[in-house]
């Protein structure tokens, strides 16, 4: 059977043209990026000095490094032993096992590298709230504009000067990635089954209950 002809030059004539993007659009979309950067870049290194909560984690993760499948002292009166702070560690096993990930990082490094994931919490949490407050499909459709674009940077920087997110990262605490894992369930962004925030709530068991 023969295919029917097909005149693709009077097709292509037809389609309607591509509107060019201009760089000056791009540059102006990437201009609250730009802002926010270096508010971001100061208040990561500030965050970087502190993290008593995260020192907490992850000499609770040294621990088990270094015992390997000997019993470890994990679960002792502090973590001192292993020259952390006098404090307990108070997660579950698994919980241990994660931090023992990022024990194998020098402190600082994974300080920063834990930070900079809760960063990314509030970012995506913001991009999140101008999608839904505009109506639209997708995160890339939310970024669209460049409204849109400078609101979400102000609700950015907003969060992340919001005392309970400030303290929180000051202190290199898990609340904000536990947050994320919740959220996610709450939207639907996978379809989960509400895994993400089942392993989410195991995180603040106390190990008696584990």
Known sequence: MALPDVDLRAEAAAAPPRTPVQPSSVLLRLLPLAVVAVPVWMMLADW???????????????????????????????VASAGGPQLPFTYPPFAALVFGVLARLPQSSALMLFNVAGVAVAAWVSVTIVRYWS?????????????????????????????????????????????????????????SGGASGAQASWWVLRPASS
């Open 135 to 191: 109506s639209k499909p997708d995160l890339r459709s939310a970024l669209s504009s460049k409204k849109n674009c400078w609101i979400a940077a102000a609700l950015f920087l907003g969060v992340l000067f919001l005392g309970p997110w400030r303290e929180t990262l000051a202190f290199g605490q898990i609340n904000i990635i536990l947050m994320g894992l919740m959220v996610i369930d709450l939207l639907a962004v996978c379809p």
């Open 48 to 78: 970087a000095k502190q993290g008593l909560d995260f020192s907490v984690y992850w000499f609770g993760g040294s621990i088990l490094n270094q015992s390997g499948t000997s019993p470890s002292d994990l679960y002792g009166p502090t």
